[in-house]
């Protein structure tokens, strides 16, 4: 990339992330909240390890939109009298389910052209999917029916998803460590925040203790996200003993 070609690629690319995050500011104020701390928490997560500033830009960037695709979710979503989300015959099940996918998707609408090789959409597109971290998908079909294929997802959403993941990086050129880092971090931010803060669907809130030691002991999570954990567990406290303010 040229750059001349860099400069408008950030220049565009800014300015579509921040009328993203205005848009989800007005459709949901926690969704926003959330979406902030995970991109701080990303960064702070990346500090113990050294990682090349182009991964920690990444989360950064991942962690502020990752949960945009809830801007599409319909009205219900969003009144006091939503469904749980625990519930297996939920519709809001089904929509958290599908977040990533309706996120990624308007991302891609808007910055496909300039997005070159940047492995962000890809968090964005996968942040949920805990399979991620053991390899990167190599078969496009098998591989995104896997991701998507317990959510009854229409052909046009499905398709979206395989275009996503395939386009915006060819499989051979995807450096899949970093992926899996990235992926592994972003889960241990998202679960930080998204378990200890008040959400309008969540009565019982886990202190900031408990969510720690339920990522230190569970097999799921990156060894490495882990680890930086364990060595900014402190601020984390902190700052989850302050609200999140």
Same mark, same amino acid.
């Given at each position: 990339m040229s750059a001349e070609s860099a400069e408008k690629y950030g220049q565009v690319m800014t300015s579509v992330l921040h009328a993203s995050l205005e848009l989800l500011d007005k459709r949901d104020q926690y969704t926003f909240r959330h979406s902030r701390w995970v991109s701080d928490l990303c960064v702070l997560l990346c500090g113990p390890i050294q990682i090349e500033d182009s991964l920690r830009e990444e989360l950064r960037i991942a962690g502020s939109v990752h949960d945009l695709g809830k801007i599409a *979710? #319909?009205? =219900?979503? =969003? /009144?006091? +009298? &939503?469904? #749980? $989300? +625990?519930?297996?015959?939920?519709?809001? &099940? $089904? *929509?958290?389910?599908?977040?990533?996918?309706? /996120?990624?998707?308007? !991302? *891609?609408? $808007?910055? /496909?052209?300039? !997005?070159?090789?940047?492995? *962000?959409?890809?968090v964005v597109l996968l942040h949920h999917w805990k399979r991620a971290e053991q390899h990167y998908p190599q078969n496009p079909e098998n591989e995104v029916n896997s991701i998507f294929g317990r959510i009854p997802v229409d052909e046009k959403h499905l398709h979206d998803a395989l275009h996503i993941a395939y386009s915006v990086n060819d499989p051979s050129e995807v450096d899949g460590n970093r992926l899996r880092l990235q992926l592994g971090i972003i889960r241990v931010a998202d679960r930080l925040h998204a378990s200890t803060s008040a959400r309008p669907h969540q009565q019982i809130q886990k202190t900031i203790e408990d969510a720690i030691d339920e990522i230190k002991n569970d097999v799921q999570y990156h060894p490495n996200a882990k680890y930086c954990l364990a060595k900014v567990e402190s601020e984390v406290i902190f700052h989850a003993n302050r609200g999140w303010q």
């Open positions: *979710w #319909p009205d =219900f979503l =969003f /009144g006091p +009298n &939503r469904f #749980p $989300y +625990n519930s297996a015959d939920s519709p809001t &099940r $089904y *929509w958290l389910d599908l977040h990533p996918i309706l /996120g990624a998707r308007i !991302l *891609w609408q $808007y910055l /496909g052209p300039y !997005l070159d090789c940047s492995s *962000w959409l890809l």
